[in-house]
């Protein structure tokens, strides 16, 4: 029993593991994204929201051929999301760019960047990554501020190859 005990709570620990340092993997590679794209002075919110899933979506926008079980999987661990805040390691960002603002932001002070500055800004809302049961595929969204209160935004699938987090496939572009 002791021995099914011990066990059992590597193997939880294991889990939570792997699921924070694929969120911070995922994290990385998103804002590396931004910035390969030419976005500098990034202002990051640090909310990062509960994403949804709608696999006729995905299946329309991306004409990919993921299996079945792995959007399903992903479809009812979406359900169970909630909204949450980036964990302060994740946001120290500082050393993968020079572009990217120290602090994340609340909602309130970005809004107040904007209402002080009247510029447009780069302000990017990442949220909470949903993954397979295996921790192998990732959808994300992304939410671009560049003025108040105009928002857009689309999706990414992500798949680990080879031990890496990569983007497969962009979509779900709204906007408002």
């Not at 993921?66 to 169970?80: M, Q, R, T, Y």
Request: net charge positive; aromatic share 12%; glycine share 4%.
């Amino acid at each position: 029993m002791k021995r099914t005990l011990k066990i059992f709570l590597i193997l939880i620990s294991t889990l939570a593991y792997s699921q924070n340092s694929s969120e911070s993997e995922i994290f990385r590679k998103i804002i590396e994204q931004e910035i390969q794209k030419g976005v500098i002075d990034i202002y990051i919110l640090c909310e990062k929201s509960k994403t949804t899933f709608d696999q006729k979506v995905f299946k329309e926008e991306t004409i990919l051929n993921v299996p079945k079980n792995i959007l399903k999987e992903i479809e009812i661990n979406g359900a169970k999301g909630k909204n949450e805040m980036w964990d302060s390691e994740i946001i120290e960002l500082r050393n993968i760019s020079h572009h990217i603002n120290e602090n994340c932001l609340t909602k309130k002070d970005a809004e107040g960047i904007f209402k002080n500055t009247k510029k447009t800004q780069n302000l990017i809302a990442i949220s909470k990554p949903i993954f397979d049961n295996n921790y192998e595929n990732c959808i994300v969204s992304i939410t671009y501020w560049k003025f108040a209160p105009k928002l857009y935004g689309n999706k990414y699938f992500l798949k680990k190859v080879y031990g890496v987090w990569t983007i497969i496939a962009k979509y779900d572009y709204s906007g408002n």
